[in-house]
């Protein structure tokens, strides 16, 4: 498994990189599908790859899809395309994903994986940044409660604009998910020793913590996964 190492980004919040690596190398990049694995290590050698989604993440991710038998998804925030390529291949055969991002240009880097794995008709892609995208859905008395499942990776000021409006376009019963909900650990960190570039989005992830842990619409659970997960189930 040395070669995995080299092409998957220690996002993991665990004190100790060993045991993260353990679970990696047990648990998670045995069963990590061959195009999952292609588009990993093609996002390795992006600037930003930190961005991409953690593959214990996408395992959790992938297993949820699955149970709950998702077959029309929304997606905020790309990237390379990891999750939503994972999604792609967890959702049937006709099953839809709106997925939306500011940059086409990222998203082509795993955009030849997609189409290789044979499941890009089942994605709708837009360049966009995500609210006008979810205002014109919520416009539409049609797409109320009509998704099954959403996964949130996106800018993190946003988050609490997204949650409201993907409330009303997920069905009661359907999760809402939300990645970087523990800020590469800064959120337990005092604020003179986070690092000056997570100190904004810090002040905006705990904002939405507070406002998750006490919103009675979701049932909730925040897992210490990647960078940190929160799953919320619409109750109502």
């Known amino acids: 498994m040395e070669g995995e190492k080299a092409s998957t980004p220690l996002k993991g919040l665990l004190q100790s990189e ?8 047990t648990s998670v990049l045995p069963r990590e599908a061959e195009p999952l694995k292609e588009i990993r290590k093609l996002t390795a050698s992006h600037p930003r790859a930190i961005m991409g989604a953690a593959p214990d993440a996408g395992q959790l991710l992938a297993l949820l899809l699955n149970i709950t ?17 994972l999604t792609a291949l967890s959702i049937p055969e006709d099953g839809k994903i709106v997925a939306v991002d500011i940059s086409r240009k990222d998203y082509e880097i ?27 859905l ?12 959403a996964f949130t990776d996106a800018d993190k000021d946003n988050y609490k604009h997204y949650h409201e409006r993907l409330m009303k ?24 020793l986070v690092p000056e570039e997570l100190r904004e989005s810090k002040v905006a992830v705990l904002e939405f913590n507070k406002l998750l842990a006490a919103d009675p619409r979701v049932q909730i659970s925040q897992a210490p996964l990647g960078d940190g997960i929160t799953i919320c189930r619409r109750l109502y």
């Not at 060993?18 to 190398?25: A, G, K, N, Q, T």
């Not at 795993?110 to 014109?136: N, R, T």
Request: no cysteine; net charge negative; hydrophobic share 40%.
């Open 110 to 136: 795993g955009l030849p994986v997609i189409k290789k794995a044979g499941v890009e008709h089942k994605i709708d892609f837009i360049e966009s940044k995500a609210l006008p995208v979810l205002d014109k």
């Open 138 to 149: 919520t416009e539409d008395a049609q797409n109320e409660g009509s998704f099954d499942f």
């Open 169 to 192: 376009l997920v069905k009661v019963g359907g999760l809402l998910i939300y990645d970087n909900t523990l800020w590469y650990g800064s959120v337990a960190i005092p604020d003179e």
């Open 18 to 25: 060993e045991l993260y690596e353990y679970i990696l190398e």
């Open 69 to 85: 038998n998702a077959k029309k998804t929304i997606e905020i925030g790309v990237f390379t395309g990891y999750s939503l390529l």
